[in-house]
């Protein structure tokens, strides 16, 4: 049976006309795409650092103000906390950190210190699981590092972390990795017994872990928000949280200036070209309107044909994009703890305003040519 289209409909042009389409259909794909990578980034950065962030949620962390010369708890804020029915359990700890390869350069990848007995704790507390080797023995200087900081480092399990062999490092001792803890929270943990006996940890803060009680979160970080700031300062994830808002705030809004002027050209360049191909139809347009089709239904046609081709480009450039996305994951950002992909609302609320200015400008242009059209004019052209 011989294939036929409907004259009118709004793909015939598309099918006859595929080569002139297609610099128009590339144009809006590569621009989501490459709208997108900023917004895939710039969130790939963004959920690192909310990862850090999380630590709070399962585990509040109490600190000395070392700004005011502490280095440990006061004992009645510790009194306290024990007491507070808010709080579920406390445990001291020790965090240092060690840095982590990012997008964005290099960031600090903290890793707590604690009593054996509190391993469990916090990996309850904080989804995470043991996948690979084993947790530190006490007083010993082993680590167990998250997979996330794994990949980025690209170290195994029996990898020893050496400062004297590695210039970038600020951990101040060597600490060599027994297991890989896996999870959405980038924890790691290391012997409290071995890092509170060390003397180059000697001088290092001595904090408290907070668990809340199931259901008091918020009043355990009201209650912990309240405590004496020239003794401690306390960490909980709503303050951290706000703190990162308003400082990632001022990047995205720069990212978002940058776009809306590359949109604002593409939207141009777009709308140009959907121009030329329309004024290169004005026979068929003006046909259409002498043989008796209403103006309505002409502009109509005209308008669903222009953008519905602005939206198929928008989701194929999607779809374009995840596949690079999905190739780059594979061979260079899972090895190394990240995944890249367009399809969350973040990466995909850049790309928006991509098809809605192209679809304006090409539905601008349409209808000022078709509101003016004189179909006797097109008819009578000798061209």
């Known amino acids: ?19 002139k389409l297609a610099p128009v259909f590339l144009v809006l794909a590569l621009a989501v795409f490459g709208i997108s990578l900023t ?45 507070n029915p808010n709080i579920a359990a406390t445990y001291p700890t020790i965090r240092f950190s060690t840095y982590m390869p990012t997008l964005a350069g290099q960031t600090s990848a903290h890793i707590y210190a604690v009593n054996q007995e509190v391993y469990p704790v916090l990996m309850h507390a904080l989804n995470l699981k043991l996948v690979q080797g084993s947790l530190p023995r006490p007083g010993t200087n082993q680590v167990a590092l998250h997979k996330t900081l794994m990949g980025a480092r690209k170290f195994k399990i029996g990898d020893v972390i050496d400062p004297a062999q590695d210039e970038q490092e600020f951990i101040p001792d060597k600490f060599q990795i027994v297991g890989m803890l896996d999870g959405t929270t980038p924890l790691s943990l290391a012997s409290l017994e071995y890092v509170s006996q060390t003397n ?26 309240n405590l004496d700031k020239e003794l401690v300062r306390p960490y909980t994830y709503s303050a951290e949280m706000q703190t990162f808002t308003q400082d990632f705030a001022s990047m995205d809004a720069i990212v978002w200036a ?25 026979n068929e347009f003006g046909l259409l309107l002498g043989i008796g089709y209403s103006r309505s239904f002409v502009i109509r046609r005209a308008l ?80």
């Open 1 to 19: 049976m011989r294939f036929c289209m409907n004259p009118l409909s709004v793909f015939t042009y598309y099918y006859r006309n595929i080569i």
């Open 39 to 83: 917004g895939v980034l710039t969130g790939s950065i963004s959920a690192a650092a909310i990862a850090k962030v999380e630590v709070y949620r399962g585990a509040a962390m109490i600190s000395p103000n070392l700004e005011e010369g502490k280095r440990a708890v006061d004992a009645n804020i510790k009194g306290d906390l024990a007491q």
């Open 200 to 225: 180059v940890f000697r001088n290092w803060g001595r904090s408290v872990l907070a668990i809340p009680r199931p259901g008091a979160n918020g009043a355990a970080e009201q209650d912990l928000a």
């Open 258 to 282: 940058i776009n809306s002027i590359v949109v604002l050209v593409l939207s141009l360049l777009a709308g140009l070209l959907n121009l030329i191909y329309f004024l290169d139809r004005m």
């Open 304 to 383: 669903v044909e222009s953008l519905l081709l602005t939206v198929l480009a928008w989701v194929f450039g999607i779809l374009f994009s995840q596949g690079i996305y999905s190739l780059l994951n594979i061979f260079i950002f899972e090895p190394r703890g990240v995944s890249l992909t367009v399809l969350n609302w973040r990466a995909l609320q850049f790309t928006l305003p991509i098809p809605i200015m192209v679809g304006l400008f090409s539905a601008g242009t349409v209808l000022m040519q078709l509101k003016n059209l004189d179909p006797m004019q097109m008819i009578e052209r000798r061209d």
